[in-house]
């Protein structure tokens, strides 16, 4: 009996070491803001609603738009002059926003994405999408060309693209300060 509990204790130990996310705490405190979207309006809509919610809870931040050229190609991203413009600007977190797709059983990706290949890949879904009731947002954080931390954040109950973002900006909000933070 107490060698069976001792194992059932030593294993269940051992999962929740393994369901623990593999990267480090986050700790943001600062970000550009970067949606890898299609449609330059829900590139957009999509990078304000983030950097409002990152602005109310104290996280500098700016949004790709303002550094890229409409239409830009995001791998300038990644250039010397732009990081170290950044960098002085107090910011050295890129911030990736996608939309992973609508369905309930997303996992956060593994991991083992370059900052060049995951911006170089392709986004097959837009914000919003007519008789879907669910969307899930992929986060994904790089410093220094690494990544450093994923996240995913499922939004439900949607009937609109303007539901989206209103669900987004709530949900988020509670999000950044208990996990990002």
């Known amino acids: ?10 294993l269940g130990a051992c999962l929740l070491g393994f369901s623990q996310a593999k990267f480090p705490p986050l700790k943001l405190n600062n970000a550009l803001v970067v949606s890898h979207l299609d449609k330059e309006s829900d590139q957009f809509s999509l990078e304000i609603a983030v950097s409002d919610v990152l602005s109310k809870t104290k996280i500098k931040n700016t949004v790709s738009l303002n550094v890229l050229k409409a239409g830009g190609d995001p791998q300038v991203l990644m250039t010397d002059s732009l990081t170290q413009l950044l960098k002085a600007k107090g910011i050295n977190t890129l911030m990736l926003v996608s939309v992973r797709g609508f369905d309930n059983r997303f996992r956060p990706s593994s991991g083992n994405m370059t900052l060049a290949e995951d911006l170089a890949a392709d986004n097959l879904f837009p914000i919003y999408k007519e008789d879907i009731v669910s969307v899930t947002f992929e986060f994904h954080f790089y410093r220094e060309g690494k990544l450093v931390y994923t996240d995913l954040l499922k939004i439900g ?11 987004l900006r709530k949900k988020l909000a509670k999000k950044v300060v208990k996990d990002w933070i």
């Open 1 to 10: 009996m107490k060698k069976s509990l001792l194992s059932f204790l030593f």
């Open 157 to 167: 109950g949607i009937n609109s693209r303007d539901k989206v973002l209103r669900k």
